[in-house]
């Protein structure tokens, strides 16, 4: 029978399942022996592992610091931040530090280290606190960045993260936390380089990630209706990024569409429009959506800065050249969490 899990629950079994592999793996960070855990995602596993999770001060550039030396010492250290803005203050640690070490020592030195971002819009946090910033992590060689839109690859790709000799920022969108899918008991890995195809199809590409994926799907139920036939790819990895899918999946249907997760100026949408434009003869129809602004406190406004549901049919039909159909209305409030998502708050 397949187990279905939380996705909160599948990344709290990634940690504990790697612990028990390899007990040189150590988790820290702010808050990971609380009550509520992090979102549950730490939830009581410094109760089964005292001597390998560490709740940390408000000092991010200094454990980090400490996080680093660990991993030179054939540790292989997991720091957790529960926003991803509190890992700014820590920035040089990992800009100048930890993701050129391995370069700087002639290949000699590997920085195995994983970095949880936890990033998600909402609830009326603001500018401050509702940002992805996945392209700035991207930006800096030496680094990996992968962001899972389910349970299944949250598992998977933790796993790998965790063993893999380089450092692996880890972005978690907290709407994701309580979205469920089929996820094994088992010890597995799920590829750090590796786009996934979702559902094929012939009219349009759409390539999405992490939560705005689950938007996305949202959009090709209701074109599904229009017999519009949409080839839907879940990025994943952002760095390295799958190149050869996006290619061939633009060379296919000819229209892409980039449903971006965070901003789109100067963002992940922006250079999947440089790999397709550089790699493809072709003309190819290209538009990208995404967070339109900095995310305001107030819910009247926020409404208009992220890409949903109705957002994403719009684009569609444009590209598709259908402009007199009826797009259904926003069921719910954009700053609000989906029906079926029920917490953490």
Known sequence: MKRSLFFFNSIREAIEISIKKDKKVILMGLGVDDPKGVFGTTLNIHKKYKKNVFDMPTAENAFTGIALGLSLSKFKPIIVHQRVEFSLLSIEQIFNQISKWFYMSAGKANVPMVIRLIIGKGWGQGPQHSQSLESIFAHIPGLKVVSPSNAYDAKGMLISSIFDPDPVIFFEHRWLHNTKSFVPKKFYKVPLNKAKIIKKGSDLTIISFSYALLESLKAINFL???NINVELIDLRCLRPIDTKTIINSAKKTKKVLVVDNGMTTYGISAEISAIINENIASKIKFRRIGVT???????????????EEDVIIKEVLNLLNFNKIKIPKRIINADQPDPNFVGPF
Do not use: R
């Open 224 to 226: 599904k209706k229009m």
């Open 293 to 307: 602004n900095p995310v305001p406190s107030t819910v009247a406004l926020a409404k208009y800065c992220y890409p």
